[in-house]
């Protein structure tokens, strides 16, 4: 939706904004892809997959921020464009994204560990 709002020929600033987001999928999808690939050769990537959890889940919650930061569209869950309608929808269940999986504290205790500094 962010997208079909910024337009066939956005501005730099959404460009610039819609491109970060891009590129931060595109490396969360191959760090994502990297530890299925340690799973299926059985090695035990808890560390890399706390690190990929913890960094999709800021990811995640930002979305919303950005979207409202560079559009200024309000959220609605009622009626409204579909914009408004998305957002609404995540700006509502972005809290909960850092419950799925284990809290951020549990995520960074377990990335600590693995780093050795626990």
Known sequence: ELIREAGKEPGERAAAVVGRLVAHL???????????????AGENPNLEAAVVKDVGTTFE?????????????????????????????????????????????????????GLGLR
């Open 26 to 40: 595109v490396t969360l999808r191959q760090m994502s892809l990297a530890v299925a690939g340690m799973l299926q």
């Open 61 to 113: 919650q930002e979305i919303p921020e950005v979207v409202h930061a560079l559009t200024g569209v309000e959220p609605t869950l009622a009626s409204g464009t579909d914009l408004q309608q998305t957002l609404g929808y995540l700006v509502q269940r972005a809290p909960s994204f850092s419950l799925r999986g284990g809290t951020r504290e549990i995520l960074r205790g377990i990335i600590a560990r």
